[in-house]
Nanobody, 118 residues
Framework: VQLVESGGGLVQPGGSLRLSCAAS????????MGWYRQVAGKQRELVAT???????DYAGSVKGRFAISRDKEKNTVYLEMNALKPEDTAVYYC?????????????WGQGTQVTVSS
């Protein structure tokens, strides 16, 4: 499975960005797709996830500002980020896990940089 992210970049505080992550390869029975982020020297943290049943989970720091969505036909997950703050600056990673038991696998994208700065 390959995950390819796009949409990162430089944005001013208060601005918006939309990240996309397209999954390809041996995809079957996706459980969760989502986004994590990491700042250099810190642990990777959850931003938002979306289960196959449609449940959304968000980090408290982004609730009300970020929205996750998915196009099942395209195996693509999106992260709409609004009212961006400097503390949102990080490398954002797409995540996918699928299957169960011995067939369970999880995958990460290569990451896309988001910088919020004036």
């Amino acid at each position: 499975v390959q995950l390819v992210e796009s949409g990162g970049g430089l944005v001013q505080p208060g601005g918006s960005l939309r990240l996309s992550c397209a999954a390809s390869g041996s995809i079957d029975s996706i459980n969760i797709m989502g986004w994590y982020r990491q700042v250099a020297g810190k642990q990777r943290e959850l931003v938002a996830t979306l289960t196959s049943s449609g449940r959304e989970d968000y980090a408290g720091s982004v609730k009300g500002r970020f929205a996750i969505s998915r196009d099942k036909e395209k195996n693509t997950v999106y992260l709409e980020m609004n009212a961006l703050k400097p503390e949102d600056t990080a490398v954002y990673y797409c995540y996918l896990d699928q299957g169960y038991g011995l067939g369970y696998t999880y995958h990460w994208g290569q990451g896309t940089q988001v910088t919020v700065s004036s």
